[in-house]
């Protein structure tokens, strides 16, 4: 695989299952070629969309090993290598390697909560000790914070770690994030991990994202991409209006990530039952959920109305809070210069 800066829109997969609840080699072979026909710039197998804390550390590299062959190097592969410890992880680190990947995301610690400090030591550990570059995830909901100071301290302290990748959402953040490194680390790779703030997230400053949405929608998430490096506005905003309604209902709707999981579903990928008992309550709100994304997804074109139909004026956006986001960001652009 070619190196080269990470950039584009990296899918977070998740992982077929059969009937026993194994991984679905064949249709997750197909899922990689439907990913990649609908052009997705990169795959980002286990992580949290991948649900990695439910596979084994043997599943894990068994996933990766996976796509990367059916792959074949068309397009890179951003895997998630964290495991409970830095010699597991190292250990991931280098396997990957071998199997020719980009690079990884490593989750900063999670259950224990850390210090700067210790989340600093931790990553400097792993990018003192890895073959493969290394992207920093932040996702702070889940795992320790990795803050502003720590990661410049990072990209100034270890060659390796070549990127971040943030699921905060938070976008003052991210300009903070990228003010500190570019300077230093031009060529430093800035993703956002929320798909809500997406357009936003690109005009600041990001180089793109791994977002959950790309798993259902691929098509629809790339536009947006080329829409607003292109500077296409108008077309950009309407369409990021689209994108968080979709991603608001996946992620609102059920426990995460059974709402993709239902929306993937009716793109037709055999995506089977997850991990993850549900209850017959959950059930039948599943059903529910399943019925209205598939009104959803109807009315791009991208599945048939469920039977009895959709009510008139499904699901519309409030375009309000998307769009003082999107005028802020435009105006300081603006008195930047560079709009």
Not at 289 to 302: I, M, P, T
């Amino acid at each position: 695989m070619a190196s080269g800066k990470l950039q584009g829109i990296f899918t977070p997969n998740l992982v077929p299952l059969d009937s026993r609840g194994e991984i679905n080699e064949p249709e997750l072979r197909r899922y990689t070629d439907w990913l990649i026909d609908r052009g997705v710039h990169g795959l980002y197998p286990n992580g949290s969309t991948g649900e990695f804390t439910r596979f084994t550390p043997e599943e894990r590299r068994r996933i990766i090993a996976i796509m990367a062959d059916q792959a074949r190097g068309r397009v890179p592969i951003l895997a998630g290598a964290a495991e409970a410890n830095t010699r597991e992880t190292i250990a991931a680190c280098e396997y990957y390697h071998s199997l020719g990947v980009r690079a990884v995301a490593i989750v900063s610690p999670f259950y224990y909560k850390l210090s700067p400090e210790s989340v600093y030591a931790y990553f400097k550990e792993i990018g003192d000790n890895t073959p493969i570059d290394v992207t920093l995830y932040n996702i702070p909901m889940f795992a320790s914070p990795i803050d502003v100071p720590t990661v410049q301290r990072l990209s100034e302290a270890c060659e390796r770690i070549v990127a971040i990748k943030d699921s905060s959402g938070d976008l003052p953040h991210m300009i903070r994030m990228i003010q500190a490194v570019r300077p230093n680390r031009p060529e430093f790779t800035f993703l956002t991990g929320w798909d809500a703030a997406l357009m936003p997230m690109l005009l600041i400053g990001c180089d793109g994202g791994t977002n959950a949405t790309s798993g259902v929608v691929p098509e629809v998430t790339r536009k947006l991409y080329d829409l607003t490096l292109a500077r296409k506005i108008d077309e950009a905003r309407e369409l990021q209006y689209k994108v968080v309604t979709l991603f608001d209902m996946m992620l609102l709707s059920a426990d995460f990530p059974e709402g993709f999981r239902a929306a993937l579903k009716l793109r037709g990928i055999d995506t089977g039952t997850g991990r993850q008992p549900y209850s017959d309550l959950q059930h039948l709100q599943l059903e529910t959920l399943s019925n209205a994304l598939a009104c959803l997804l109807a009315e791009e074109g991208f599945a048939d109305e469920p039977v009895g139909g959709c009510p008139v004026g499904a699901q519309k956006v409030d375009p309000g809070q998307v769009g003082r986001i999107v005028e802020g960001v435009l105006a300081e652009l603006r008195q930047r210069g560079l709009a």
